[in-house]
């Protein structure tokens, strides 16, 4: 069994719910979150946000997952990072779980 995160921008909700859906993924929590980024060492044309300091709203998924769906999953998140033109991602962390009742 596997801990599976994913990280995101608040508007990217309908896709990871349709992404893990697509995955046989049918049992997950969510929360709102606030993403925060410290930008204080970026050159300042390269900051999208032209501050040092941002948060932006940002949603958290975690599930436990069975080992065979983890592949597929992240086949789905790659590809639909692949047709972002936004500098936004979906990331996903997954951490092996050695017992769980």
């Known amino acids: 069994?596997?801990?599976?995160?994913i990280v995101a921008v608040k508007e990217f909700e309908k896709d990871i719910k349709q992404i893990l859906k697509k995955s046989n993924v049918r049992s997950f929590s969510y929360k709102d979150v606030a993403g925060f980024k410290d930008s204080s060492?970026?050159?300042m044309e390269k900051n999208?946000?032209?501050?040092?300091?941002?948060?932006n709203e940002s949603v958290l998924f975690y599930a436990f997952v069975d080992n065979e769906k983890v592949d597929h999953l992240f086949e789905l998140v790659?590809?639909?990072n692949?047709?972002?033109?936004?500098?936004s991602h979906i990331h996903v962390s997954v951490l092996c779980v050695e017992k769980s009742n």
């Open 48 to 55: 999208w946000f032209a501050t040092e300091m941002s948060e």
């Open 82 to 87: 692949t047709k972002q033109k936004s500098a």
């Open 78 to 80: 790659d590809a639909f």
């Open 1 to 5: 069994m596997k801990l599976l995160i």
């Open 41 to 43: 060492e970026e050159l």
